[in-house]
């Protein structure tokens, strides 16, 4: 009974002995010098600044390959949600053409772009959504947002009976951690990549029933 | 050679013209083909391989006992092993990095110039070129970094940490684009780079000429402009977080066969 008692502790010490020789730094230790890496391998350039590298609580939450735990993702999405700057006058719809052409604009916040200003800005929509399906080079990243109003029965975008979706959609642009934590589409309203009026146009270019993408 | 090559870009260029009549599609699969044939990034390998031999810089000595990681002038094979660690200079390095160490030690060229010296002028251009040719000829063989000292594993974890870290105006991470299969931006398709994408893709493919600038982009070049549209702040030439990055994307490329230098849009 004794030795197999010892033999099991002595195993279990070898066994500490060599992971202890075979890991270098923690997880958490390693965690800490990427962190120092990061912050010390950029530097500012034209518009863009150094300080784009600070994270709030739902980037860092959700950089890394696992998802945040549900209380954060929880957190994240309630934060978002308290973000929302709903529009002037409960104005929601704008010009779908305006929208078509903000849709297929990359522009703007790198490096060699000069203003902040959002008019500069496109929305990149294309880059990772299908929207327009006479578009054909079109991202796949995001989901089809081909028939996006006409999927979601939307014929008046001003009948009360549509105001959850246009509101949802007005959410989702603004600040699309409000409805899925770690979401891979920039927060265009809440970090002022466009401004309310731009925001309108691709809003009119998702619901309007005139727009070719509800045809 | 050069000639052909000339040629060759000129009739590209000519049927971008044409190809605007045509469906979108079949200008695309006709470009693709077209890209095929002649890669002006010879053009860089015979100008890396002549910067390799000359004697230049304020020693007057040629790279030809630099230490690409096999042993002194070993050019063959190096590139698949890149970045490693490295005694020398105490920590891992990868090929561009490596190639100013060398342009320092044996040339008495200044590191920290070059390092601050945009793309594509003065010896920022050669360390390109040079880069060019040392990884031509690896062509064909595999990835296989080394992971044994814990320094190549520490750049691999921080790598792999700085490839999902998310930040900038838009939130982008590497991972945004490069961590599933069969995503595009656009119609450019984005290889997943959170392990090997295949022979000749992503890690296995740069440096490459770039038909639609008309320039040779080192691995340090397409880390750059990546973090360009990721909206991030300007990485510095062979800084710690590009060196991870590489470490990492290729360990996850290990036994991918390299076709750099590759040729794309």
Redesign the interface.
């Known amino acids: 009974m004794n030795i197999p008692y010892r033999l099991i502790l002595g195993i279990a010490l070898v066994g500490a002995l060599l992971a202890g020789c075979a890991t270098g730094p923690s997880p958490a230790e390693l965690d800490a010098q990427a962190q120092k890496v990061i912050k010390t391998s950029f530097r500012d350039q034209g518009i863009v600044k150094a300080n784009w590298l600070d994270q709030d609580l739902g980037l860092s939450a959700c950089s890394s390959d696992k998802e945040p735990d549900p209380a954060t993702a929880d957190r994240i999405m309630a934060e978002a949600l308290k973000s929302v700057k709903w529009p002037t006058g409960g104005q929601y719809m704008g010009d779908w053409r305006a929208g078509e052409k903000l849709a297929q604009s990359g522009r703007g916040m790198t490096w060699t772009d000069t203003s902040l200003d959002p008019k500069e800005n496109g929305g990149n929509c294309y880059n990772c959504h299908q929207i327009d399906n006479k578009e054909i080079s079109y991202g796949t990243i995001g989901p089809s947002l081909w028939n996006y109003g006409k999927n979601r029965g939307v014929t008046d975008p001003a009948a009360p009976a549509t105001a959850p979706i246009v509101q949802y959609t007005w959410v989702k642009l603004w600040n699309a951690k409000a409805y899925s934590p770690c979401s891979n589409m920039p927060r265009f309203g809440h970090k002022n990549l466009l401004n309310e009026q731009q925001l309108r146009d691709i809003m009119a270019l998702l619901l309007d029933p005139k727009s070719p993408v509800n045809q | 050679m050069s000639k052909q090559i000339l040629v060759g870009v000129a009739a590209l260029a000519l049927c971008a013209g044409v190809s605007a009549q045509k469906s979108?599609?079949d200008g695309i699969a006709e470009y693709r083909k077209m890209l095929e044939d002649g890669n002006p990034a010879e053009l860089f390998e015979a100008k890396g391989e002549e910067l390799w031999k000359q004697k230049r810089g304020p020693k007057n000595a040629s790279l030809e006992a630099c230490n690409l990681g096999q042993g002194p002038g070993v050019v063959k094979g190096a590139f698949v092993t890149l970045p490693r660690y490295f005694a020398d200079t105490g920590r891992v390095q990868d090929l561009e990095d490596r190639l100013v160490t060398c342009m320092a030690t044996l040339q008495g060229f200044d590191a920290a110039e070059i390092a601050k010296t945009p793309f594509g002028r003065g010896e920022m251009a050669n360390v390109t070129a040079l880069a060019t040719w040392v990884a031509g000829m690896s062509r064909g063989l595999r990835f296989n970094l080394p992971q044994s000292n814990?320094l190549e594993?520490?750049s691999y974890?921080?790598g792999k940490?700085?490839f999902?870290?998310?930040?900038?105006?838009?939130?982008?991470?590497c991972?945004?684009?490069h961590?599933?299969d069969?995503?595009?931006?656009?119609?450019q398709d984005?290889p997943n780079l959170?392990k090997n994408p295949g022979d000749g893709i992503g890690f296995a493919a740069w440096p490459a000429y770039r038909v639609s600038n008309g320039q040779m982009w080192s691995m340090q070049l397409r880390l750059n402009d990546c973090?360009?549209?990721q909206?991030?702040?300007?990485?510095?030439f062979a800084?710690?977080?590009?060196i991870?990055l590489g470490t990492y994307m290729g360990v996850n490329a290990k036994g991918a066969e390299s076709i750099a230098p590759a040729i794309k849009r």
């Not at chain 2, 999902?164 to 991470?173: N, Q």
């Not at chain 2, 909206?231 to 510095?236: L, N, V």
């Not at chain 2, 800084?239 to 590009?242: A, C, F, G, M, P």
């Open positions: 979108t599609a814990p594993r520490t974890e921080i940490r700085a999902f870290y998310r930040a900038g105006s838009h939130d982008f991470s991972a945004s684009c961590s599933e069969g995503k595009r931006i656009r119609l984005l959170t973090y360009r549209q909206r991030f702040p300007y990485p510095g800084s710690e977080v590009t991870a």
